[in-house]
């Protein structure tokens, strides 16, 4: 079949193509543009010198690399960066670049180019194979008897259509939202502070400077043992850390937050919720072994280094009138990955 664009000549159509009776008639190709660098050979060798230049630029960045490697200290800094990661990835990163460009500008402008057209069988199957797989379809109709047992068919569409009930049904897990409830744990005013192996309820003179101790609140024994208890455990899981008064910074209201250069913090990273467990003492700060988040403990929990966002959650806290650490109240923001603060 040919087309008007074919009459005019502005595509061809292979031979055999467009066959009467296709559904769409082929569009064709359109002719054959020679380029620049196929009709002038002055244009053709700048394209080969060009390309020439970024391979040999290539191999000159890989000679810097392998020097870089060799001579370049690990320690050095430039700029902020490590100089020997920086001169590494500068030079293998324009190399590789530059091989890849020149073998792009290769393909372009010098290598041959002419229009190849693939023929696709016809997609139809034959008449002969048509009407075996019809055939087949009704011999295995015929021999199930599905025509003839009304209540068999009726009872089979009637579990097939059931089927789609448990998928609705469970559209349900996916809500309701957790609203404020990843917002909060179960510290609550006046929960007692528990060292979270011995269970044993702390004071003050239980922490000496500079130690960390991993606790939870006295109340998880609460609950049910089981998930619930696990849960919650995990969500209000905190950090005591005890410095001398002083020697960290608080932010703005939280002056009356510490006891004594106690302060306490959500033992859950920020980033995606491990429990932060590596203490640097001397740097004051704690470090998540998930990702190497790593949060400065004497200067309200920011974070120093790693993927984590935001700072630790830090928990107020009080002396009862037993002289047992205890809650102000819970955190007053939520606790572990950023995703779960909402609003
Ligand atoms: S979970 Fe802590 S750094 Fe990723």
Not at 66 to 76: E, G, N, S, T
Not at 151 to 164: C, D, E, P
Request: charged fraction near 20%; hydrophobic fraction near 40%.
């Amino acid at each position: 079949m040919s087309s008007d664009l074919e009459s005019r000549g502005e595509v061809v159509v292979p031979d055999g193509a467009g066959a009467e009776g296709d559904p769409i008639p082929n569009p064709g190709v359109p002719p054959h543009e020679p380029r620049i660098t196929d009709v002038d050979e002055a244009a053709a060798t700048r394209a080969e010198r060009q390309i020439a230049t970024m391979f040999g630029l290539a191999a000159v960045l890989v000679l810097a690399f392998v020097v870089a490697y060799l001579l370049v200290p690990k320690h050095a800094a430039f700029l902020g960066f490590g100089a020997s990661n920086l001169a590494l990835g500068m030079t293998l990163g324009l190399a590789l670049l530059l091989i890849g460009l020149g073998a792009i500008q290769w393909a372009r402008r010098l290598m041959d180019s002419h229009e190849i057209v693939e023929e696709r069988h016809p997609a139809r199957s034959s008449d002969e194979d048509r009407a075996e797989a019809i055939a087949t379809v009704r011999l295995g109709g015929a021999e199930s008897g599905i025509g003839r047992r009304t209540m068999i068919r009726r009872t089979l569409i009637g579990a097939m259509a059931a089927l789609g009930l448990p998928v609705v049904i469970l559209l349900g897990d996916l809500g309701p939202l957790p609203g404020s409830r990843s917002a909060h744990t179960i510290w609550r005013r006046g929960t007692r502070i528990a060292n979270d192996v011995t269970y044993k309820v702390l004071r003050p003179e239980d922490l000496e400077l500079g130690q960390l101790v991993n606790a939870v609140p006295a109340n998880l024994e609460d609950l049910p043992e089981g998930s619930e208890r696990n849960n919650a455990r995990a969500k209000a899981a905190v950090i005591l850390v005890r410095m001398e008064e002083g020697d960290f910074r608080t932010l703005p209201g939280r002056r009356d937050w510490s006891v004594d250069g106690i302060l306490c913090y959500s033992k859950v990273c920020t980033h995606v919720g491990c429990p932060i467990n590596l203490y640097e003492q001397v740097a004051r700060q704690v470090l998540c072994p998930c990702h190497q988040s790593t949060f400065d403990l004497a200067d309200s929990g920011k974070v120093v280094f790693g993927p984590a966002a935001r700072s630790l959650p830090q928990l107020p806290i009080m002396v009862d009138s037993e002289g047992y650490l205890v809650a102000q109240s819970d955190f007053t923001e939520p606790v572990g990955p950023s995703y779960w603060e909402r609003g």
